[in-house]
């Protein structure tokens, strides 16, 4: 009787807590809806308004001269959600990017698109991140995207958002990241942004925040075990 008990009791207390074996599975350094807490749960990012809706998606275009020709760059950002479709779709990287990259030579009047290149792609496998605490004040996290493979060689995103103590007192993010580089070699796009969205923002309120609610009720369903637990003793001992 006493060993019943006992699993009954361990049957219970699993019960109790619902949820804990999914929580523990989800990966600590990836973005849910866009947010990142820490493992801890004190601090908490929003990238949902690291780019402005009337600039989605950021679009970065530098043209230089490439004797005879002239070259232009085009850099299209999305984080959250994948970039839009194309007009033709011939045109411009496949469905699900999130960062690509146009590369057209122009001689004269004849412009024409040299290279595609989805140098991160939006799929099951979120973007990692890594919070970082520099000197000055500052704190930056790093985010890094993988793309699709471009002659072979994979692509990726490194986004390096940079918060200091002035971007703590402004009121609207930056526009554009300050610096873009691409390393064709290793498939790399290094991207700078200092933006207020890389402060750190206080956990969500007790009210809120789910693992506190669960808390406050673990009393009430522990006594709700405790009860179904005296009942069974009470039918084990009625039937002995």
């Not at 411009?92 to 146009?102: F, K, Q, R």
């Not at 971007?167 to 873009?180: F, G, I, L, M, V």
């Amino acid at each position: 009787m006493l060993v019943l008990i006992i699993k009954l009791l361990f049957f219970f207390d699993t019960l109790a807590i619902p949820g804990t074996q999914a929580a523990d599975s989800d990966a600590p350094n990836h973005l849910v809806d866009c947010k990142f807490t820490t493992p801890e749960g004190s601090t908490t990012y929003d990238f949902n308004n690291l780019i402005d809706t009337a600039s989605w998606p950021l679009n970065i275009t530098t043209t230089r001269p490439t004797p005879p020709s002239t070259t232009t760059e085009t850099l299209l950002i999305s984080l959250c959600k994948k970039l839009p479709p194309p007009d033709d779709p011939s045109q411009s990287c496949p469905d699900g990017t999130l960062v690509c990259l146009l590369i057209y030579n122009q001689i004269g009047t004849d412009r024409r698109l040299e290279k595609i290149i989805p140098v991160g792609i939006g799929d099951q496998s979120s973007p990692t991140i890594q919070v970082n605490t520099t000197g000055n004040h500052k704190e930056s996290l790093q985010l890094k995207i993988e793309g699709s493979k471009y002659n072979n060689i994979q692509q990726s995103v490194l986004l390096n958002l940079i918060c200091s103590d002035e971007d703590r007192k402004a009121s609207r993010p930056s526009t554009k990241p300050t610096t873009t580089i691409y390393d064709p070699i290793q498939g790399l796009l290094n991207i700078t942004w200092p933006t207020p969205v890389a402060c750190a923002s206080s956990s969500p309120t007790h009210k809120d925040s789910p693992s506190v609610h669960n808390e406050s009720s673990n009393p009430f369903r522990n006594f709700v075990v405790f009860v179904f637990l005296i009942f069974f003793a009470y039918l084990i001992l009625g039937m002995w």
